[in-house]
């Protein structure tokens, strides 16, 4: 097959990275994979052995951008491809129009990586994204719960669409950073944007510090709201225990040096990072948002918060700290559904086999 990924810009988000991860085992199984970035100038290109070109769009005019949905369609065109898949954010918009107005026949898949109800603000709003949707030829949702939030939004998705989780990578012979602490170490790893309710983590993690100060929170990841956070950070007295590490391009082994992930995000598709933590054994306390609970299970690998309540999430990260052996056998449960269900390999398996049944209808 020949496939073009849309990604909207060459940035580090889970969007992006993964098209990038499922591409590169895509091309192993023999696949011919191209890459498009919406924005973003030609200079900057992700770290993967992919092939990368930018289509130069304008941003401030992506609704009425003709000349980069022209573009869009010659390149597809030209280089005739079986399948054009649209990766979250602005890609589906511009794939759309493009298909719309210049009729190329390449199958148009969207890939799904969020609840879009989350983001609909009003009735136009809704109907604006329901013509996108009826643009594409089949979506892929990253959970089932994200499909079925599409299928609400857009009934006749229910025929043209089906789950397709990310993946992550076995990350047993990764060494973890060393650390100059006997503290237990409590890990997220995200952008600091509302939607990831981090200000919620510190104000969790500064009452269970009231109970026992041998704790430390990790924080890896940057956005607009690192300066609030870090103010917060110091309103609530606890600098001293709250690291901001910022951007690291080897998170990985961050977390396998940390004891437990939190995340109490309002809105997610799965991410990534969760995916990661199991691999590397670490238990996850998280919110029921999402994808989230069908990876995070009750009493085996971590826990799903369904409120947003301190006491409900310390409750939690206390029960799991101050057990070894729930803490091991959660380990050992979470390396183990990684290793059954969420390899890359067998994720590329699986997207390659919905690609080739959409080409056969």
């Known amino acids: ?103 190329w026949k390449a199958k148009l898949v969207f890939r799904n990586a969020n609840k879009m109800s989350a983001f609909i603000q009003s009735k136009p709003h809704l109907w604006l994204n329901q013509f996108f949707l009826s643009q594409m030829d089949y979506s892929i949702s990253v959970s089932e719960n994200c499909r079925q939030d599409l299928i609400q939004l857009f009934p006749k998705a229910k025929d043209i669409s089906a789950t397709g989780t990310i993946g992550t990578f076995d990350f047993s012979d990764l060494k973890a950073i060393e650390k100059s602490t006997n503290n237990k170490i409590w890990i997220n790893v995200g952008s600091f944007v509302k939607e990831k309710n981090h200000s919620f983590l510190l104000e969790i993690f500064a009452e269970y510090l009231k109970e026992d100060k041998q704790n430390e929170l990790w924080l890896i990841g940057d956005g607009p709201l690192r300066n609030q956070l870090e103010e917060q950070a110091k309103h609530l007295d606890i600098t001293q225990k709250v690291k901001f590490w910022g951007y690291q391009s080897n998170a990985v082994a961050y977390i396998k040096a940390a004891d437990i992930m939190v995340m ?18 670490k238990p996850v306390i998280a919110s029921a948002v999402g994808g989230i609970p069908e990876v995070v299970h009750n009493d085996e690998n971590g826990y799903v918060i369904n409120e947003f309540d301190k006491a409900a999430y310390i409750s939690k990260i206390k029960k799991v700290l101050s057990d070894q052996g729930l803490r091991e056998k959660m380990s050992q449960n979470a390396q183990k559904l990684i290793q059954e269900e969420f390899l890359m390999p067998k994720i590329a398996k699986h997207f390659e086999s919905i690609y080739l049944d959409i080409l056969k209808a």
């Not at 609704?63 to 369609?73: E, N, P, R, S, V």
């Not at 491809?81 to 511009?94: R, S």
Request: glycine residues 6%; positive net charge; charged residues 25%.
């Open 264 to 281: 109490p995000s309002k809105i997610e598709g799965l991410p990534g990072v969760i995916l990661e933590a199991l691999s590397c054994g």
């Open 1 to 103: 097959m020949r496939i073009l990924q849309i990604i909207q810009k060459p940035q580090l988000r889970g969007a992006e990275i993964f098209a990038c991860q499922l591409s590169e085992e895509l091309k192993s199984l023999g696949h011919t994979i191209d890459f498009l970035y919406l924005f973003g100038n030609e200079n900057k290109k992700l770290e993967f052995d992919l092939n990368f070109q930018a289509l130069l769009a304008n941003q401030s005019k992506r609704f009425w951008d003709f000349k980069a949905y022209k573009k869009l369609a010659e390149l597809v065109q030209k280089e005739h491809y079986d399948i054009v898949q649209a990766n979250a954010g602005d890609t589906l918009k511009y794939a759309a129009i493009s298909k719309r107005l210049y009729n």
